[in-house]
């Protein structure tokens, strides 16, 4: 060593692989420059857009549809207009040579509904959902005030065509208009055509747009549509009733306030009382003490003798009304949702099919019988549908006491059905046996199709009563029929043969086509059922209320019973019930009683006063013989429009962005 420190090697200034760190002014220069890159750009992509835009408004063979629509003024004055639509946007001019321009309303951000009038022809209406203006700042060549747009409503405008044809026409195209961006290619990028081969056919689009829903995509990619939004609206078939027009006095052209919906209050049951399967819980062996009830009872009647007005022990009664019964056909909803998007009739038929079947399969322990209802006496009740995010809502009334007649309602408007019924029942003594009959006619309305399926109800019979073992089972022949469609279900529920052996709940049935039989049914509606198709002779298991069917019941909600009425039911009857449930038939029998005087001292004072009973939530149809739900909306669920739907003390409404007006299902 010399002694001497050796000097520091001095390090690299270029790292291996990378260069040194600009210095801040260089940082400085390159950002400016980016950013004035960037600009350019921007200038040139917005110029782009606006000569686009304004390529397409200008371009007379890129039109959608034209014609002379009335439009609503802010004085509510109706001006005959002559309407172009073009892709995004409507243009509006005072005539049709489309020199003197109005406005163009921008439809990307705006919706589409219908609207009820009392006028001749169709209406509909343009929004804003936010408010906000419709209006284009400058019109196609440039001008800055439209004519008459002073006189024209800001965020909305009101249209009115001659026919509905036409007014669903333009509702049709424009649908379209505003979900696309670029219809076909514009004629700045695509060799000149003439105006008929540019125009587009209008039948050929409402063809189009009714399968937007299914596949929107491959239709987009088919005619060259850039979609904006992904959002799917199906064509819907609006139910027509005149009875609609008597309260559209009231529709207002404003959105409703976004105030807090008072909805009931809803709990969920907290357990379902199953009997078991097969036989057993159809069958019942009656105690030395019931048996001397049913004697002492049994010589009170003669065959063929009424039983309505004949007063039944507890001890063969289920401990809930019949009202409530009536809801059992609702856990397996779910078919009824299905059919909403299924678009062969013959499926929806089958779905049809199988939810009535559903039904019955719920036994009580033992055989019982529900209570018979007091006239006036209501029942509410609810189910959550998980996959659809939607509510199916019951409501049901005595609306008769002699004779004793029942009607009910079922709404699920956002998964597209309503039921609605009127039931009469009758039970008849024949010595050894009792009929319970359901009298009266019940229809399935899908709300989007259009449809209604009208059907019975099977008999219950009770055999056994003075010999033999006591045994309750489904009789007769039902039908379940679609006008529209021509398409129908014939179940036949078989008794079991006195002699000859065969087993309890037998059905058979056919599905059928006017005269001509599709597909066969056969088994147990208890255990399982098969389908023959009659085409190709395949058969298969078409309905079995398997454990897993059993687990994917609906789950069903109530109304709390501090929440509920004097005539609610389960309040009504929970005296008795609480009774029957302890084994305490004396105190059941006395409590029954009470309610049974009460209804009788109601009837001989309305009676003595000349006045007559009027039910709460049902109307009576003289031309159709039937109760309608005074509140009953048939509308197909509107996506744009309709928000929730809820029930509040027996009125199941819808929460909309604006004011409509309700459709009533033929009834």
Known sequence: TTGLTPSPTPKSKLREGSFSSPSPAQVKVSKKHSLKLQKQSYKVEKKKAENEFQTTVND??????????????????????????????????????????????????????????????????????????????KGPKGENVGVLSSSLPTSYLIFRAQSESDGRCWMDALELSRKCTNLLKKSTNMPSKTQDESYIDLVDLQQKLSLLGHNQQSIMQENNIECVSENQNSNTQTIEDSSAVDSLDSYQDIEIENKEIKATKYIAELGEEFGETGEN??????????????????????????????????FILEPRSFLDKLSDYYYHADLLSACENEKNPYMRMKLITKWYLSGFYKKPK??????????????????DHPETNSSTYFLAEQVSHHPPVSAFVVVNRKDGFVVDGTILAKSKFYGNSISAVLEGTAKVTLLKHGEEYCFTMPYAHCKGIIYGKMTMEFGGKVHIHCEKTGYSSELDFKLKPLFGGGKLNEVSGRILIGKRALATLSGFWDEEVFLTDLNGGTV???????????QSRLKRYIVPLDDQGDFESENLWKKVSYAIENQDQIKATEEKFILEQAQRKRAKERTDCNDQWLAKYFDFNDKTNNWVYKHIDARPWD??????????????TTKTKHQTSPVRAGS
């Open 60 to 137: 007379t063979s890129v039109i959608l549809l034209s014609d002379w629509l009335k439009v609503r003024s802010t004085l509510k004055n109706w001006s005959r207009m002559w309407c172009v639509l073009k892709p995004g946007v409507l243009i509006i001019f005072k005539n049709s040579k489309e020199k003197t321009w109005v406005g163009t309303v921008v439809l990307a951000s705006s919706e589409i509904i219908e609207r009820p009038s009392k006028k001749d022809g169709f209406c509909f209406k343009i929004y804003n959902a936010l408010n906000q203006t419709i209006w284009t700042l």
């Open 281 to 314: 819980s159809q069958t019942e062996v009656l105690a030395a003490e019931s048996k001397n009830l049913v004697w002492a009872l049994l010589k009170q009647l003669r065959p063929g003798m009424d039983l309505s007005k004949v007063v039944l022990p507890t």
């Open 366 to 383: 033992g055989l019982k019988k529900p209570y018979n209802p007091i006239l006036g006496e209501t029942f509410r009740c609810m189910w």
């Open 540 to 550: 298969s298991r078409f309905w079995s209320p398997t454990k897993e069917v059993r």
């Open 639 to 652: 996506e744009l429009n309709d928000i929730v739907q809820y029930e509040m003390d027996g009125n199941i």
